[in-house]
T-cell receptor
Framework: DAMVIQNPRYQVTQFGKPVTLSCSQT?????MYWYQQKSSQAPKLLFHYYDKDFNNEADTPDNFQSRRPNTSFCFLDIRSPGLGDAAMYLCATSSTGTASVQYFGAGTRLSVL | GQSLEQPSEVTAVEGAIVQINCTYQTSGFYGLSWYQQHDGGAPTFLSYNALDGLEETGRFSSFLSRSDSYGYLLLQELQMKDSASYFCAVRDPNDYKLSFGAGTTVTVRA
């Protein structure tokens, strides 16, 4: 039944050790988003794809990269996680016709030791 | 750019009515959305207003006044399960991005 699926739900990594978070969707939406959310804050957009067209936010650190090999899957790569990267990472999708409605996955909570 | 303001927290008792206001300053406007997020969970879409007026969905209603750059979310017959954070968001008309307000934490007491 889940429409936007994120794996894993919880990820623990070591300082500086690369980590990849994954997101898949069954909605066939052409827009996919990655957000970072820290405690008691609003989701912060890192980047989004319109189909394969990648759009990076100006303040997203270079440490964060993304890949979208096809419509259904999207990955977030953190090349050298720092302690400040510990957060909830949310994947979301929308269709272009109703982009004000975004469907979120359950999120991956990343801990950095 | 986009800037949204909403109260940081609201507390009310079960059965009460709560109104969460949202004012925005945007370079363009393509509608006001509301999202609910329970602690530890993901945001879920609640409602969307593209035009002025009131949209009702069960116990929740949302209102928009574009001339005042203002909207609100009305939660009626509050239940304990309504304890959550509520975010207003506006869409960039030139893109597919949402800008979120900082969120309002609603606490429902017995």
């Amino acid at each position: 039944d889940a429409m936007v699926i994120q794996n894993p739900r919880y990820q623990v990594t070591q300082f500086g050790k690369p980590v990849t978070l994954s997101c898949s969707q069954t909605l066939n939406h052409n827009v996919m988003y990655w957000y970072q959310q820290k405690s008691s804050q609003a989701p912060k957009l890192l980047f989004h794809y319109y189909d394969k067209d990648f759009n990076n936010e100006a303040d997203t650190p270079d440490n964060f990269q993304s890949r979208r090999p096809n419509t259904s899957f999207c990955f977030l790569d953190i090349r050298s996680p720092g302690l400040g990267d510990a957060a909830m990472y949310l994947c979301a999708t929308s269709s272009t016709g109703t982009a004000s409605v975004q469907y979120f996955g359950a999120g991956t909570r990343l801990s950095v030791l | 750019g986009q800037s949204l303001e909403q109260p940081s927290e609201v507390t009310a008792v079960e059965g009460a009515i709560v109104q969460i206001n949202c004012t925005y300053q945007t370079s363009g406007f393509y509608g006001l959305s509301w999202y609910q997020q329970h602690d530890g969970g993901a945001p879920t879409f609640l409602s969307y207003n593209a035009l002025d007026g009131l949209e009702e969905t069960g116990r929740f209603s949302s209102f928009l006044s574009r001339s005042d750059s203002y909207g609100y979310l009305l939660l009626q017959e509050l239940q304990m399960k309504d304890s959550a954070s509520y975010f207003c968001a506006v869409r960039d008309p030139n893109d597919y991005k949402l800008s979120f307000g900082a969120g309002t934490t609603v606490t429902v007491r017995a």
